[in-house]
């Protein structure tokens, strides 16, 4: 399993930004995904949930209203687009996947909201 995220950056409070997660090595689209994200000495957090065929999606109560979890499963492909930034966002996002029984992880992007 490789997951590969991108898409991360520097942008002011209220902006926008679109994380993607490129996975290979595994059947993408029998997968549910997950996007976590994680600050400085704090556990990572889920922060979004997509089914294998993305029609159901589940989100943290920080990011309802304001995150937008999808997939293309033909790109092999998990997006995560990002509304209505706010400072406390700022952390780095990874993706995941539970594959036989394993947690697999990207490196992480970093998102940083600040003025």
């Known amino acids: 399993v490789q997951l590969v995220e991108s898409g991360g950056g520097l942008v002011q409070p209220g902006g926008s930004l679109r994380l993607s997660c490129a996975a290979s090595?595994?059947?993408?689209?029998?997968?549910?995904m997950s996007w976590y994200r994680q600050t400085p000495g704090k556990e990572r957090e889920l922060v979004a949930t997509i089914s294998d065929t993305g029609e159901n999606t589940d989100y943290r109560d920080f990011a309802k209203g304001r995150f937008t979890a999808s997939r293309d499963n033909a790109k092999n492909t998990v997006y995560l687009q990002m509304n209505s930034l706010k400072p406390e966002d700022t952390a780095v996002y990874y993706c995941s996947t539970r594959w036989h029984n394993n947690d697999y992880w990207g490196q992480g992007t970093q998102v940083t909201v600040s003025s």
């Open positions: 090595e595994f059947t993408f689209s029998s997968y549910t």
